[in-house]
């Protein structure tokens, strides 16, 4: 399960999540746990996560898990370092389409096209447009 940090806030209301970039990910109410001491990128903030808040653990454990800062976004995604998740834990409900790959996890991922030609488009070079609006780290 990932773990999100949201630095110098106290509660995850929908405007807060949507400035962070995480108002997609959270349909309900996500459990939440204020941090009076510091989490990653040493300052005081939010954890969240998918769940209710007495079923999940929500801890700042540096030694045990990996902490990454969110492509444009000031949000800090976590993991514990023992955790596996496959593809289907990871998939969005709506993916775009591409081409599924066996990764050295043996498992089958489906890799996004990133690009599609301009369906309007007549004459000239072609031309194409993204298709992912999000950075793979």
Known sequence: MFLYFLPKTKAAKPDVLERFG?????DGKPATREMMGLGPGDQPGLLICHGRVDQVTLEYLPKVQTWQKRFDSDAWMGIANDAVLSPSELA????IDGHPLALADG???LIPQLRAFSPTQLDGPL????????TLT
């Open 127 to 134: 031309i194409y447009v993204p298709k992912l609006k999000r």
């Open 92 to 95: 969005r409900p709506s993916q």
């Open 107 to 109: 498992n089958r991922w």
């Open 22 to 26: 995480l108002s997609d990910l959270f």
